[in-house]
């Protein structure tokens, strides 16, 4: 279980038909919820507009142009180690190198279901990933689109 995020596309007759899907992108959803549902979070459905969907592919592609990424610990987790105590699950991969601009122009958000909240690969997937996405839905013939978020 997790955080699911989904973008539809509205067509004329009403009904919408899902044109993206997150999981675990804590970063987008707060942008989604601060920026579209006035900071609003109870998993309701919200328009959006083409405008605010480029307004988030701009920030994404300002993230991945200034960003640097380095060697270093990712978290990949947490494991029990007994009396009420947790550990964290590392392995090497990559971390930013300069996290404030992630943390200034699409900072993370904490919550129980929104994964990891570094500024590392994960981050750095999802942002690439969003790029793609709202790039392809731009493309679309639909005058807005609907937000909604579970988890």
Sequence with gaps: MGLGMYLSGK????????????RKANAIHR???NNVQDGI????????????????????????????????????GS?????????????DGEIVNNPEVCHQLLPVQSGFFFGNTDYDEHYMNHIQETIEQIEKVLELEFKEFVYSSSW
Excluded: H
């Design 41 to 76: 979070d109870e998993c309701q459905e919200t328009i959006v507009t083409r405008n605010q969907l480029f307004t988030l592919l701009q920030i994404c592609q300002k993230i991945q142009n200034e960003v640097t990424m380095v060697p270093g610990l990712v978290k990949n």
């Design 11 to 22: 067509n004329s007759d009403g009904s919408t038909t899902e044109v993206a899907y997150w």
């Design 31 to 33: 942008w989604f919820v």
């Design 79 to 91: 494991r029990s180690i007994g009396g009420g105590y947790w550990e964290d699950i590392l392995y």
